[in-house]
Structure formats: structure tokens, C-alpha cells
């Protein structure tokens, strides 16, 4: 299975690296983080120390859009053209087709958050940042993408419009993220503390964001990915079943 | 005319049912696992969800038998319960780590890990004690960032910490029984043998910036409640602890409780001419303003108190009375000046500078604390003033006997004077300085003696009325009083220790306007622009290969 999921993991970073659209989605990524690092870093000018979570806290609000734009071709567009049907026909395993291409689009998330390091290298080069607590909003925002990745690939797969699939992921992503503030709105304080425990940022925003990693928080998005993943795999053998 | 007519068959019908009636049954029974029971409108979802299904296998058995045995539907059935199996796996990993509390902390200055301090604190707990914060649903992230610190605590002490949390919306009498004032409030206290709240050990734990402070602080001190007890002499007119106008001391006196010291009246006079002798277990004795000045007896009382190692807080106010507390020339004063070098004046401060004084001169605004001291340590004159009414002026004598420190914590300003003309203040509230007769400031209010030799301690402070129920809220009086006490009594060295600085203790950042226009350069042009050519690249390259 390892092999097919090697191949079509190189299949699908291939296609990353030839789509110009990707580097669209990259360059408007980077320039958001962009213009919020240069703003925080003028306004903490002599005021307060560097915040080293700054760019990762950002990328989990920018993920709830950025993420359905990165996953929504993926199993969309081969069930429009017919090419999910030919996949399936390949000597792959259905697990290996979906987990090749969870595995493309989170390498292609890692590599943007590559790049964004050079933030942590200019406030190293000026100041000296909390190395520890960067490190760790990093290991959480990596996480978290790979989360909000998992559910962007379950509405690809439900969906041959890739509009559609991007704008479901959209919503739902949008509703984990609000759930955050799920004890705003509900006077329930059991029914708001589960469904916080279910938000993408609860497990982010008091943990990892503030420099420590709880294991439950880990297992929070290992979990999330493993269960949207399965899901993904079932709905694309569903294919078969008709 | 043609119409067209509509047809509705068995089928539909029966599709319609099924549609219907698995809408209800998913209603119904999320709706009983939410409730835990039956209600009147879950059993009509039920009842409906059931109707509707068996609508459809009337109507449409061919259909309905091919759901329920076809294919599709065993797969897709088993698909969705494999899904909830995964699920519930991933569920309950999740449940076991969060109780088993596993963090890491990669601050560089490990802000989310307890210090060697606290642990040393926490060693010493040897009872349940019961965490209880109040938060209703619209704090629950302030109850996770709590909880994420409170965990800590209950792992440090092997679960003899133990954390529960209520909701004050939800549960108002029982909020009204810890004194819930906003949410957020925390409590400690010890658990009785039933597990349920001792009250009578409960307090609140302060917040502040910083956490361990806040609950480690109120930790020892639950530690240390009980051991250390305070005596008021409620002799000669005092001012009473218990008496709850705004006059009394009710107010600080219940502050003092909840932070676990014993308070209790006592006679200084009753008990000398009883020929008995101050408590042995009193911590500390106040003499809160009594209006007649002490006998040769109860001097002798309270001196044996002092050179067994004792503490007196004394608060000296301005009385206008025949033969009054602590006048300059009384006995008690001169025991003060001889043994502590301290004295009370028979002066008045009149504040003549107008943001230094409230509604008349007489009520005078610290303008000076000493902040290097353990008492004034917590105030300062911008956020946290001293109001004083009617305050006396004190001397410190600058060479004091061996063995003995003192120094001043309060000062009024240079503006200020010493009325000396105490008869026409009484009697006509008129004051003006007179050269040469009066004291020119800055005068000292409050001041405080250490004897090494004996260990004995006085603070004497030259105002009563700033820790009356009327003023003690006002600015900085109660910690005043509080940390007065907490010195005499060397509380605060049973409670203290050196938490975690909680602010990140990096450096902030200093770079020039070019620096900050080429990190721009870079950032927001150089990278973002870079990976845009290439994308362009890209797409050039695709038009051609078409």
C-alpha cells in the first residue's frame, strides 16, 4: 500500500508544482502573513517583546478559507472527469488514493509553512524571540492544517463541483472555528463546553498558540484527520457498491 | 382547456414516509440521549419516525426490502458503523490523555510549569483541598486557561488537589453560599470526610497576572489558617471588630477571617485587673483607637507581651478628649519613644496642597510611600493611595535603641503642616498654620519598629478611621492594614515564596525605520512577489505546451 500511496502522493505534488493556481493561493497566503507581520512588528517597535505566535495564529483563521481552495479539486475534479473511475481501476488501494493525496496537499501546507519561517529568522536576526514557544505554535498550526485538510477532502469526495466542495468545507470549517465561541451563544454550559470540544481553535488558541502541547490536543487533530480520512476512503470504495 | 393532473403513487408516498419517518427516528433519539429520558415530544418523534418506516414498507416493499438487504446498504450500514467505532476509539483516547494531563511546556522561561517554590508549597499539603471556580458559559475559555494551570496542581499533589467547576447561572444559591461576586471567581478550601466543602476553611483566591502566585499564595495561606490569631482590645471605647456600621471594623475584620487568620476581642483592661496577662497565642494585638490612654498596669501588659517576642499594631488618632490615647506626653507614648523609638504627636496634618487632600484638608492622600518596605511594598500613590481622616502626625526617632530598626511608610507632602492647636480644631474645626508653633511637613503617618534582640514588632499608624467599614475599600486602606498585619505577624513568611514571573521577561524590540522598511522590502514584496513569477512561469509554460 506504501508504494501506491508514494505514488500518488508524487502524482498529486506534481500536479501542485505545475498549477498555477497554487501559486495564486501561495502568493495571497504569503502576502496576508506578510502585511500582518510588518504591522505587528511596526506597532511593537519599542512597545512590547515579539509574538512569536503571531503568523501560526493567524494561519488558523486564514486555514478555514485557505484549506477547501487546496483540497477542493482534489477528488472533486477526478469524479468530474471521469478520471476517479480510472484511479479506482488502478492497482491502488482506495485507502492509498485518498491517503496519497491527504499526504500532497499537507506536504504542500508544510512547505507554505516552510516559507513563512523567515518571519522567525527576521525576529531572531533583530530581537530575541521565544525559539520554545514558536516552535510550538508551529507543531500546532502544522497539526490543525492537516485537520482542516482532512475535512476539505471529505466534501471533495462528496461532491463532482468543485465550487460546491469548497464551499461546504468553507461552512464547516467556518462552524468548527465559530464553536470556539460556543459559550457565548448557548446558556447550556455542558451542550457549550462539547461543542468547544469540538472547535478547531479551542484546541489551538490555549494550548499551542501559548507555547505548551497537551497531548489531547495532538490526538484532537490525529483524531479529526484519522476520522475524516476514513470517511473520504468509505465514500470513495462507495463508488464500487453501486 | 387542458389540465394537467397530478399523480401521486404508493411509492411516493411510501418514499415520503421513509424520508419523514428517519428524519424523526435521528430527531428522536439524539433528542433521548440529550435528555436521558422520555419527554412528550421525543415520544411523538419516535412514534412518527416508527410510522413513517413501516408507511414505506406498506407502501413500498419492494423498495424497502431492497434497502434493508441490497448492497449498497449493507455496505454503507457497515461503513457507518465502522465510522462511529473509529469514532468512539479516537473519543476515548482523547478522554484518557486529557485526564492523564500530559504537557509540555516549551517556553523558554517554562511560564505554564509550576516552580520549585510552589512544589515546595504543595509538599506540605497533606489534606483534599477542593479548587472551585464559577464560571458560566460565556467564560468558558477563561475556565479552560485555568483549568490548564489548576491540572497542574491536582498532578503535583497526587490528586490531593482536586478541581471542580460550577456554573453561577445555573447554580445561584449555591454561588450565594461561596459569596460568588463575578464570574470567574475561585475558591479553595479543605474537604470534609463526606467530600463535600468545608466552609468554614473556605477563601478566595485573588487573580492577578500572574496565576501561581494567585493560587499558590492562597494555598499556604489555607496552609497556615488557623495558626495565627489576632487579638482586638475592644477595651475603652475601641473601635469593635464586630460591629458592622461605618464605624466598626466588621469589614476588615471578615477579611482578615477569610484569609485565615483568627480574630477575637479582648479587654486589655478587664484582663490587667484581672492580674492576668496578654494571650500567649495572640500573633499580633491591635489597639484600635481606644479613646482613653493606657495605665502604668496595662503598659506593663503590653511590654511583657512585646519582649516575649509579640506584635502591636497601634492606630493613633487625633481625639480631642481629656487624658486620650497615646498623647505626646502620656506614658505609653514615652514606652514607644523609649523601647521603639516612635511616638504619636499631638498634631494634626492639614494638607494645604489640593490634589493631596479629598473634601477638606484634613482628609489627606499619601504623598509619599515607602515603597522598600514591607508594608508599603503593595501601595503606591497613583493607583493605590492611603486616605487618611483626621490623621495624626508621628516622629521616628533616627537613632534608635540597640537592637532595634524602624522607619517610616507614609509621608504627607511639603505643603502639609502640623496643626498643634488641637483645642480650636476640636471645638471649632479652624486650623491655620502658625509659624513656629506648628509643624512644617512633610510629616510622617504611618511608621513601623522591628526589636531583633526579642523579635518583637509595632507598627503605628497615626489614623483609625481609614479601616472603618466607611473607608476601608477606599484606595490602598485595606492593603494597608493587611500588610501591616501580615508583617507583624510574619504571616507573609509562612506564605512566602517566589513564583514564576509570568510576564515573558524577553526583550522588546528595537530596530530603526530603515531596518523595518527592508524587512517590508522582503516580506511583503520580495516573497510573496517571488513566488508569483514562478506561477506566472508556470502558466507560461502551460500555454505554450497547449
Known sequence: MLRGVGTVFGREVGQYFASPAAYLIAFALLLLTGLMFNSDLTFSVTQKAADPALIPSFLSFAMVFFAPLLTMRMLAEESREGTLELLLTAPVSDTAVVLGKFLGAWFYYSLLLLVTLIYQVILAAITQPDLGHAICAYIGIWLYGGATLAVGLVFSSLTENQIVAAFLSMSALLLLWLSDLAGEIIANLDLARLIRQLSLQGHYTTSFAVGIVRAEDVAFYAGIMAVMLFITVRIVESHRWR | ?546
Not at chain 2, 504627607?412 to 509643624?439: F, I, P, V
Open chain 2, 1 to 546: 382547456m387542458h389540465r394537467d393532473s397530478i399523480v401521486i403513487t404508493r411509492n411516493q408516498i411510501g418514499q415520503w414516509g421513509a424520508f419523514i419517518g428517519g428524519g424523526a427516528l435521528l430527531a428522536g433519539f439524539v433528542g433521548l440521549l440529550w435528555q436521558g429520558g422520555l419527554t412528550p415530544l421525543i415520544a411523538a418523534l419516535l412514534t412518527v419516525g416508527i410510522g413513517g418506516l413501516v408507511l414505506w414498507a406498506l407502501l413500498a416493499p419492494q423498495e424497502f426490502i431492497g434497502f434493508v438487504t441490497g448492497r449498497q446498504a449493507r455496505y454503507s450500514t457497515m461503513a457507518v458503523f465502522a465510522t462511529l467505532l473509529l469514532t468512539g476509539i479516537v473519543s476515548l483516547t482523547y478522554i484518557v490523555l486529557q485526564r492523564a494531563v500530559l504537557t509540555l511546556d516549551m517556553t523558554e522561561g517554562r511560564r505554564f510549569s509550576i516552580s520549585a517554590e510552589t512544589q515546595a508549597v504543595l509538599r506540605r499539603v497533606t489534606r483534599p483541598i477542593r479548587i472551585t471556580g464559577f464560571y458560566s458559559p460565556a467564560a468558558l475559555r477563561l475556565r479552560e486557561v485555568d483549568d490548564q494551570f489548576f491540572r497542574l496542581y491536582e498532578v503535583a499533589t497526587n490528586g490531593l488537589m482536586t478541581r471542580n467547576y460550577i456554573d453561577p447561572e445555573q447554580n445561584p444559591a449555591v454561588a450565594q453560599a461561596f459569596g460568588v461576586v463575578e464570574d470567574g471567581n475561585v475558591f479553595i478550601s479543605y474537604l470534609k470526610d463526606d467530600g463535600t466543602v468545608d466552609f468554614s476553611s473556605l477563601m478566595r483566591v485573588s487573580r492577578t497576572s500572574s496565576q501561581e502566585r494567585d493560587l499558590t499564595g492562597a494555598v499556604a495561606r489555607l496552609l497556615a489558617a488557623g495558626t495565627l490569631k489576632v487579638y482586638f482590645d475592644n477595651s475603652r471605647g475601641a473601635l469593635d471588630p464586630f460591629d458592622t456600621s461605618q464605624q466598626g471594623l466588621s469589614a476588615i475584620n471578615n477579611g482578615m477571617r477569610e484569609n485565615g487568620l483568627i480574630t477575637a476581642g479582648f479587654n486589655l483592661l478587664d484582663t490587667v485587673n484581672a492580674g492576668s496577662g496578654i494571650p500567649a497565642d495572640a500573633a499580633a494585638l491591635v489597639l484600635p483607637r481606644p479613646t482613653l490612654d493606657y495605665t502604668e498596669a496595662e503598659i506593663r501588659a503590653i511590654d511583657a507581651y512585646l519582649k516575649s517576642g509579640g506584635a502591636v499594631l497601634i492606630l493613633a488618632d487625633a481625639l480631642f478628649n481629656q487624658n486620650a490615647f497615646l498623647r505626646q506626653d502620656g506614658a505609653f507614648n514615652q514606652y514607644l519613644w523609649d523601647n521603639y523609638g516612635l511616638r504619636a504627636l499631638d498634631a494634626v496634618v492639614v494638607e494645604t496642597d489640593a490634589a493631596l487632600s479629598v473634601q477638606t484638608p484634613l482628609d489627606i492622600i499619601s504623598a509619599a510611600i515607602f515603597t522598600n518596605t514591607d508594608l508599603g511594598a503593595r501601595l503606591n500613590t497613583g493607583e493605590t493611595p492611603v486616605l487618611f481622616s483626621v490623621a495624626r502626625a508621628l516622629d521616628v526617632n533616627d537613632s534608635p535603641p540597640s537592637n532595634v530598626s524602624n522607619g517610616r511608610v507614609i509621608m504627607s507632602s511639603e505643603a502639609s503642616y502640623g496643626e498643634t492647636n488641637l483645642q480650636a480644631l476640636g471645638e471649632t474645626n479652624t486650623y491655620r498654620y502658625d509659624e513656629g508653633a506648628d509643624l512644617p511637613g512633610p510629616l510622617t503617618t504611618v511608621a513601623w519598629a522591628d526589636n531583633s534582640a526579642n523579635r518583637s514588632r509595632v507598627v503605628l499608624i497615626g489614623d483609625a478611621d481609614f479601616v472603618t467599614n466607611g473607608l476601608i475599600a477606599v484606595g490602598g486602606n485595606g492593603i494597608l492594614f493587611t500588610d501591616a498585619l501580615t508583617w507583624l505577624t510574619r504571616f507573609g513568611e509562612a506564605i512566602s515564596f517566589s513564583p514564576q514571573a509570568f510576564v515573558t521577561g524577553l526583550p522588546m524590540i528595537f530596530v530603526s525605520v530603515e531596518t523595518l522598511d527592508f524587512i517590508a522590502f522582503i516580506t511583503v514584496i520580495l516573497v510573496p512577489g517571488f513566488v508569483l513569477l514562478a506561477g506566472l512561469a508556470v502558466w507560461l509554460r502551460r500555454q505554450r505546451a497547449s
